[in-house]
T-cell receptor, first 111, second 113 residues
Framework: EDKVVQSPLSLVVHEGDTVTLNCSYEVTNFRSLLWYKQEKKAPTFLFMLTSSGIEKKSGRLSSILDKKELFSILNITATQTGDSAIYLCAVLGGSNYKLTFGKGTLLTVNP | GAVVSQHPSRVICKSGTSVKIECRSLDFQATTMFWYRQFPKQSLMLMATSNEGSKATYEQGVEKDKFLINHASLTLSTLTVTSAHPEDSSFYIC?????????FGPGTRLTVT
């Protein structure tokens, strides 16, 4: 059975802190790993990672994938209160491009 | 862009009634759409994969007679929750696949009283 495990499950930090969110996976026919941010509605796409060792960056967010060790990290630097959300890691796999989600990390950034 | 809509965004129904949720890809054709369910403080759980013109593939533990999925066109999939019960109250999200990416709808919050 495909499995995606995220840690920590929740995290509380102060504005300006840097956070690292972890995602490990066991998936058949791995195609890519995706990070999403979910606030009150449906998830919004952050990154898609397909190759090992190539960092993807968008502003204060960055992510990298290690296909040998089967994990990814999402870094957020200089956190802001607007970064408070659930961050979901999902892995795309299988013949039908099925997404398997982790349980998410609830990030709370306090002023 | 790739836009996916869902309708309704919020629905309240009485126990025992059926509710239909629509998922549309607005600017692309999607041969495959996915239906997810998310309970409070939990992650998205895939319920079923909807393929245009064929029967949906349900995940283990999801009752196919209770959650009817129809994918009659390349831009529309529907999920019907039949004989809804309060434990079916949840956030239902669809996604549509284009190439290797999935685009999510905004979700439908179902409350069964």
């Amino acid at each position: 059975e495909d499995k995606v495990v995220q840690s920590p499950l929740s995290l509380v930090v102060h504005e300006g802190d840097t956070v690292t969110l972890n995602c490990s996976y066991e998936v058949t026919n791995f195609r890519s790993l995706l990070w999403y941010k979910q606030e009150k509605k449906a998830p919004t796409f952050l990154f898609m990672l397909t190759s090992s060792g190539i960092e993807k960056k968008s502003g204060r967010l960055s992510s990298i994938l290690d296909k040998k060790e089967l994990f990814s990290i999402l870094n957020i630097t200089a956190t802001q209160t607007g970064d408070s959300a659930i961050y979901l890691c999902a892995v795309l796999g299988g013949s039908n491009y099925k997404l398997t989600f982790g349980k998410g990390t609830l990030l709370t950034v306090n002023p | 862009g790739a836009v996916v809509s869902q309708h309704p965004s919020r629905v309240i129904c009485k126990s025992g009634t059926s509710v239909k949720i629509e998922c549309r890809s607005l600017d692309f054709q999607a041969t495959t759409m996915f239906w997810y369910r998310q309970f409070p403080k939990q992650s998205l759980m895939l319920m079923a994969t909807s393929n245009e013109g064929s029967k949906a593939t349900y995940e283990q533990g999801v009752e196919k007679d209770k959650f009817l999925i129809n994918h009659a066109s390349l831009t529309l999939s529907t999920l019907t929750v039949t004989s809804a019960h309060p434990e079916d109250s949840s956030f239902y999200i669809c996604s549509a696949r284009r190439d290797t990416e999935q685009y999510f709808g905004p979700g439908t919050r179902l409350t069964v009283t």
